[in-house]
């Protein structure tokens, strides 16, 4: 199996940054895609960027040009650098892998709380 152990949240004031880390470990030597969703207080989950082994990248719009995911493949690690946060960016933050087409594993979630 896969476990996915994240790092990097807590309170931040808004304007402040964060770096989430995500390192993964179990049965795959490397992962197809590595990515963060989120889950904000009495919504539904959704993407926030993710990266594929090539290094291409997507994110959802509203944090363009304030987040980087990036990732270490001989880690099996991604990151998150989270600038510029908002209070709307309060979630619940989880780790996503994909080591194939078909699987997918996720994190336990850690929480991202933009507050002054």
């Known amino acids: 199996q896969v476990q996915l152990v994240e790092s990097g949240g807590g309170l931040v004031q808004p304007g402040g940054s964060l770096r989430l880390s995500c390192a993964a470990s179990?049965?795959?030597?490397?992962?197809?895609?590595m990515g963060w969703y989120r889950q904000p207080p009495g919504k539904q989950r959704e993407l926030v960027a993710r990266i594929f082994r090539s290094s291409t990248t997507n994110y959802a719009d509203a944090v363009k040009g304030r987040f980087t995911i990036s990732r270490d493949n001989a880690k099996n690690t991604v990151y998150l650098q989270m600038n510029s946060l908002k209070a709307e960016n309060t979630a619940v933050y989880y780790c996503?892998?994909?080591?194939?087409?078909?699987?997918?594993?996720w994190g336990q979630g850690t929480q991202v709380t933009v507050s002054s």
């Open positions: 179990g049965s795959f030597t490397e992962y197809y895609a």
């Open positions: 996503h892998a994909k080591p194939n087409y078909y699987d997918e594993y």
